[in-house]
């Protein structure tokens, strides 16, 4: 009986250097979350001038012919973030072609092994981030942006834009975490199925 505690307690010992060990592997790409949002935000910016521009010709256009008020019915928010999502996700996709591609040493597995434990990393300070995260929601559903405000957290519109479409579906802060997660594992699906197509073809 001693010895199966024994063997129970160390296979537990095992498991938490195991885990430990992942997430310090982990770290090297612990930042390619944040800067791959805040350059999808930044890419996103130009698409997000042509179609709010567009928007107001479009109010317009049917206010006069419809009497209907466009923008009133359109949430620029929740497109922003979309924008913003699907290129977040194509950085991603292209970041693991290229090494896929281009470098030998790149083992697919195991990048993938390490970078979902950053997801999860990403993921709990917007559990803790609530105020500011409906705060940067009033702020992307304005139809102007004033990078000087000061009552905004820039950091948190570039890094949480793309991950806050969730937020604007259910109204819940909390979400912006949950895009974190969806948005980060169609990427790692996309990923596992391009390696399994590797694999199988060898």
């Not at 063997?7 to 430990?20: C, D, H, R, S, Y």
């Not at 290129?87 to 292209?94: G, H, K, P, R």
């Not at 597995?109 to 434990?117: A, C, G, I």
Request: hydrophobic share 55%.
């Amino acid at each position: 009986m001693k010895i199966k505690i024994l063997n129970a307690l160390w296979t537990f010992i095992k498991l938490i250097f195991k885990f430990i060990h992942l997430i310090l592997n982990s770290l090297k790409f612990l930042f390619r979350i944040p800067v791959f949002s805040i350059v999808s935000m930044i890419f996103s910016i130009g698409i997000i001038i042509v179609y709010r521009s567009l928007g107001i010709l479009l109010d317009i256009i049917f206010e006069s012919l419809f009497n209907y008020d466009l923008s009133a019915n359109l949430n620029f928010g929740l497109f922003d973030s979309l924008i913003a999502a699907v290129i977040f996700i194509m950085l991603n996709i292209l970041f693991f072609n290229d090494k896929l591609k281009n470098d030998e040493n790149f083992k697919p597995r195991k990048m993938l092994l390490y970078f979902v434990p950053t997801i999860i990393i990403w993921m709990i300070p917007l559990f803790f981030l609530q105020d500011y995260i409906l705060d940067t929601v009033s702020f992307l559903k304005q139809t102007s942006i004033d990078l000087y405000d000061p009552t905004y957290s820039i950091f948190l519109i570039a890094f949480g834009g793309p991950h806050l479409w969730p937020m604007f579906l259910t109204g819940k802060a909390k979400a912006a975490a949950v895009g974190v997660a969806i948005n980060s594992f169609i990427f790692v699906i996309y990923s596992l199925l391009q390696v399994e197509k590797l694999y199988s073809i060898d």
